[in-house]
């Protein structure tokens, strides 16, 4: 069982920046996949960011392309979601996610793909 914690939410302005961060537990995360996903109030959880095991190929949300930023620090078993260009829209409980089951060279958007998921961090964006 992969552990995950999130951290780094809060409230921000509209236009703000926000670094989320998402510690996973055990020697093998340099041999996951990753993915940040949210959950607006009254809404399903959605896709938001993908990240291969080495970090190679990143794939986003239209909704978050060329505003948020995903990446990952295999030495700290961490990884990132930078958020800049907040928006009200963006506010979210965020979740990170993990495919342990085996090592794979692609991304995906799929909810169902990730065995292993964080309790998750609000983010919450002001007008």
């Known amino acids: 069982q992969v552990q995950l914690y999130e951290s780094g939410g809060g409230l921000v302005q509209a236009g703000g920046s926000l670094r989320l961060s998402c510690a996973a537990s055990?020697?093998?995360?340099?041999?996951?996949?990753m993915g940040w996903f949210r959950q607006a109030p009254g809404k399903e959880r959605e896709f938001a960011a993908a990240?291969?095991?080495?970090?190679?190929?990143?794939y986003y949300a239209d909704s978050v392309k060329g505003r948020f930023t995903i990446s990952r620090d295999n030495a700290k078993n961490t990884v990132y979601l930078q958020m800049n260009g907040l928006k009200p829209e963006d506010t979210a409980i965020y979740y990170c996610?993990?495919?342990?089951?085996?090592?794979?060279?692609?991304?995906?958007?799929?909810?169902?793909?990730?065995?292993?998921w964080g309790q998750g961090t609000q983010v919450t964006v002001s007008s």
């Open positions: 055990g020697r093998a995360f340099r041999n996951y996949a």
């Open positions: 996610a993990a495919h342990s089951a085996r090592v794979v060279q692609f991304t995906c958007p799929l909810d169902d793909f990730y065995d292993n």
């Open positions: 990240i291969t095991w080495s970090g190679g190929t990143t």
